[in-house]
């Protein structure tokens, strides 16, 4: 069974920054595109960020371009979400989640298979 865990989350202030991390456990990361989306209560979920399995190339969704970047360690089953210049409306909980690839339509249209629980992030002063 495929299981994901992000974890970073917390409370940072405006300008502030944050890693997440998505580990995997029970199968190998490295196979898999993984992509980030956010979900704030009463709100559609976004999608984020990805980066693919086969080259490490990536997407950004334009809310968090150049602010935020993706980046995957194979060695240690795991993939990162440096965010910076954090602001307000960044406040959501965020998912990793494994995906067929990566691309815009990836992230604009969810094409995910497995997330996990979330990692809260609240950027408040």
């Known amino acids: 069974q495929v299981q994901l865990v992000e974890s970073g989350g917390g409370l940072v202030q405006p300008g502030g920054s944050l890693r997440l991390s998505c580990e995997a456990s029970?199968?190998?990361?490295?196979?898999?595109?993984i992509g980030w989306f956010r979900q704030v209560p009463g709100k559609e979920r976004e999608g984020v960020s990805c980066?693919?399995?086969?080259?490490?190339?990536?997407y950004y969704g334009d809310s968090v371009k150049g602010r935020f970047t993706i980046s995957r360690n194979n060695r240690k089953n795991t993939v990162y979400l440096q965010m910076d210049s954090l602001e307000p409306a960044d406040t959501a909980v965020y998912y990793c989640?494994?995906?067929?690839?990566?691309?815009?339509?990836?992230?604009?249209?969810?094409?995910?298979?497995?997330w996990g629980q979330g990692t809260q992030v609240t950027v408040s002063s």
């Open positions: 029970r199968f190998a990361l490295d196979y898999y595109s």
């Open positions: 989640a494994t995906a067929t690839g990566c691309s815009e339509s990836v992230v604009k249209n969810f094409l995910y298979n497995y």
């Open positions: 980066i693919r399995s086969s080259d490490g190339s990536t």
